[in-house]
């Protein structure tokens, strides 16, 4: 039997306007795949990530097709659940709005889509022990009663990580996720990505060729609101691809399977 493609784009165009935003985008993703979206700021990397949450939907002028987990149309809390989106925004709101909130409270307001978790909210037996063994596979059960205001921005990001596994779900998308990370929790976080990526395909957002991990197995380069080259990692990235994407002068490297590239 033949695999389903989780995403399977076809001439899909975006538009704000008359204005096309994102054009001609191909894409088609496998369960056993491993992708990571490039591009330099402004090529169109989040605008495609609202195409995989739908909130953003094609431009119906085109013709096209765009299947998620084989469907044309979405009960959005179900897509929700199946897709665990991890973008820069949340860590933010939970930031800004939730600074009190417990480590074990981030993580059970996944059930909810809350920014916590108040007093009508409910969680069976088997939810609450899903969200420990969430907190446990991301290795901070340690930090449970730990209020934002006291995390770091590494332990507040891997929260929103077990946030969205509590639903186990079948696709995970990160959205520049080291954004705000020094050093060594970016190294530690990527780890992390690691971990997620040999439980359930991956999807990373990201314009640092550096945090390309092993576990990559798909290249999608975007440039100008469009996928200029797609494949296998070692076909896509390239000297010559990233040259084009980012407009300068690019070598590009591997080694034991990470990538590091230099402006010559």
Same mark, same amino acid.
């Not at 800004?96 to 809350?114: E, N, Q």
């Given at each position: ?24 985008? @191909? ?15 402004? /090529?169109?990397?989040?605008?495609? &990530?609202?195409?995989? =949450? ?16 084989g469907k044309e149309r979405q009960d959005i809390f179900e897509l929700k659940?199946?897709? #665990? ?14 600074? /009190? ?8 307001? #996944? ?12 969680? =069976? ?6 969200? *420990? ?6 290795e901070i059960s340690n930090i449970s009663e730990k209020k934002v205001c *006291? ?29 705000? &990370? ?29 945090? $390309? ?19 296998? $990692?070692?076909?896509?990235?390239? /000297? *010559? @691809? ?10 590009? *490297? ?11």
């Amino acid at each position: 039997m033949e695999k389903q493609p989780v995403i399977d784009f076809e001439n899909v165009f975006v538009s704000y306007g008359l204005t096309d935003i994102l054009h001609d985008i @191909n894409l088609k993703i496998y369960p056993d795949e491993n992708w990571a979206i490039l591009g330099a700021n402004g /090529s169109g990397k989040s605008t495609l &990530l609202k195409l995989f =949450s739908n909130d953003l939907y094609p431009n119906a002028r085109h013709p096209y097709k765009k299947l998620i987990f084989g469907k044309e149309r979405q009960d959005i809390f179900e897509l929700k659940n199946k897709i #665990g989106i991890i973008t820069n925004d949340l860590h933010y709101k939970f930031e800004t709005r939730s600074p /009190s909130v417990k480590a074990i409270d981030v993580v059970l307001s #996944g059930y909810h889509s809350a920014l916590g978790v108040f007093k009508h909210h409910e969680f =069976s037996k088997e939810q609450l022990l899903q969200a *420990e063994k969430a907190m446990d596979f991301l290795e901070i059960s340690n930090i449970s009663e730990k209020k934002v205001c *006291e995390m770091s921005t590494g332990q507040l990001r891997r929260c929103i990580v077990a946030r969205s596994l509590v639903h186990t779900p079948e696709l995970f998308v990160l959205d520049e996720p080291t954004t705000g &990370l020094d050093i060594k929790s970016r190294t530690a976080f990527i780890k992390t990505i690691q971990k997620l990526a040999k439980k359930v395909p991956v999807v990373l957002i990201t314009h640092d060729v550096s945090e $390309i991990f092993p576990e990559i197995t798909h290249v999608a380069l975007m440039f100008n609101g469009t996928i200029f080259k797609k494949g296998p $990692i070692a076909d896509v990235l390239t /000297s *010559e @691809n990233l040259s084009v994407v980012f407009d300068a002068d690019i070598s590009v *490297e591997c080694k034991d399977g990470s990538y590091y590239c230099k402006i010559n």
